[in-house]
């Protein structure tokens, strides 16, 4: 095999393989890319394991325009990813969001998030306690001020689907996928100029894209950079509703969106049962190979909240549980996109906390744009970059799950 590329990527799940796909399939590059992936099982990549949802309900217009573009693509994604072997349907259930306010404070944040979202074109509404009840009449709605739902463009998807299916189109378009550990970086000055694996190889590189998922910061780390990303575990949670089969039924024949409660806890349904996730209360840096679940999470936090919001989940039990982790920005849980200022030819797609597989089609495109065209085209997404990391200035987004 050539030992040169054009272009090397640092992780092959979903932001990795987004990156290879759109610059692959880009009409003005005709470079050779790598993909150097050390587990392409993907068993405790952030992408197998996440919730697979995906929602326009956020404050910063910005985060608002990523998940539209991300609807628009897995909405399409048979077509656009379609290879001479596949057509990859993501059977996307646009479900919706459901966020509870139970606060003054929280009703306000909702009211204001709401103007920006109309104001980008998604289709949410604001529901008063009644029109809740209307809507979902299993729910306990006595403590609800105010509710915004997502009509459409938002609800869950194939995760592992999405990651496949660009992988599947990027290696069609030519890109050649290695199993393997990058673990060096050579800068010369302020640029990298080999990429060194664990099996030995020593390859030339013109860019290296740094898609490591909640490994980001030790592949900064080889070039010398710092960024604030550390792994942070999460425990899902599949329940049904095991003492109370019409429960589970009159749940889903209502539709149960995504709900989230003001308390943070979410759930949503998944195909005969449902899925929920809190934010822990010790949330802090764990180890790359730790990911035992948090049992007790269930029985002690998410469990009394679900119990009280409706009688069909005071008689639940617990199908299965795992642990992921979320690529975890300290500074601000968005995105980094872009170069580094001290190394421009490394460039970062990190640091995406809860909400990266969603915006993987977005991040794909502007990644791709910024190798081939040394700048944004579409979605301009420089409020993402690193000179915010510098600068100790964080991106604002108030909607983090
Ligand atoms: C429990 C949970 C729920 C989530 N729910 C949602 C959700 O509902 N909606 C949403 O949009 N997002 C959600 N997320 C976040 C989302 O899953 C991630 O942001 C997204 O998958 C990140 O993709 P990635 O490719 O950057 O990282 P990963 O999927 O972690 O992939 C990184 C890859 O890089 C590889 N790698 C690392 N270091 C190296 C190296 N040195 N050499 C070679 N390969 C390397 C790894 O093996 C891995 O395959 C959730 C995450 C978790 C954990």
């Known amino acids: 095999m050539q030992d040169s590329f054009d272009v090397v990527i640092v992780g092959g799940a979903v932001i990795g393989s987004a990156v290879a796909c759109y610059l692959s399939g880009d009409p003005d590059f005709d470079g050779r890319v790598l993909v150097v992936e050390r587990d392409p099982t993907y068993a405790r990549a952030s992408t197998a394991l996440s919730a697979a949802s995906i929602r326009t309900q956020f404050s910063n217009a910005i985060n608002v325009a990523i998940s539209q573009y991300g609807a628009k693509v897995i909405r399409d994604f048979a077509i656009l990813c379609a290879t001479r072997d596949d057509r990859p349907d993501l059977a996307f259930h646009e479900g919706g969001y459901l966020y509870l306010a139970a606060t003054p404070e929280q009703e306000r944040t909702l009211r204001e998030n709401h103007e920006t979202q109309r104001a980008c074109g998604a289709d949410v509404v604001l529901w008063s306690p009644d029109d809740l009840s209307r809507a979902f009449p299993h729910l306990t709605c006595d403590d609800i001020r105010l509710a915004s ?211 993987a089609p977005a991040t794909g495109r502007a990644v791709a744009e910024l190798i081939v065209h040394g700048t944004y085209r579409t979605l301009d997404l420089s409020p993402l970059g690193m000179t915010r990391i510098l600068t100790g200035t964080p991106f604002l987004e108030k909607n983090v799950i």
């Open 149 to 359: 739902y997502g009509r459409s463009g938002e609800g869950w998807f194939d995760n592992t689907g999405l990651m496949n299916g660009f992988r599947n189109k990027a290696r069609a378009q030519g890109v050649t996928y290695v199993r393997d550990e990058v673990t060096g970086l050579t800068r010369a000055g302020d640029r990298i100029i080999h990429v060194t694996l664990a099996s030995g190889r020593r390859l030339a590189c013109g860019t290296v894209v740094n898609a490591a998922g909640p490994r980001a910061a030790q592949v900064a780390g080889m070039a010398g950079l710092h960024i604030p990303v550390e792994p942070r575990k999460r425990t899902v949670f599949l329940y049904d509703c095991a003492q109370s089969p019409e429960g589970t039924a009159r749940v889903n024949q209502g539709r149960l969106p995504l709900m989230i409660d003001p308390s943070g806890v979410y759930c949503r349904p998944e195909g005969r049962y449902f899925m929920t996730q809190c934010p822990p209360e010790d949330d802090r840096a764990v180890g790359c190979d730790d990911f035992e679940p948090d049992y007790a999470e269930f029985e002690e936090r998410i469990w009394p909240v679900l119990a009280a919001r409706s009688e069909s989940f005071e008689a639940i039990k617990v199908i299965r549980s795992w642990a992921g982790h979320y690529a975890y920005n300290t500074l601000d849980h968005n995105m980094i996109v872009g170069p580094h200022p001290e190394v421009p030819n490394m460039l970062f797609a990190n640091g995406f906390s809860g909400h990266g597989l969603q915006q």
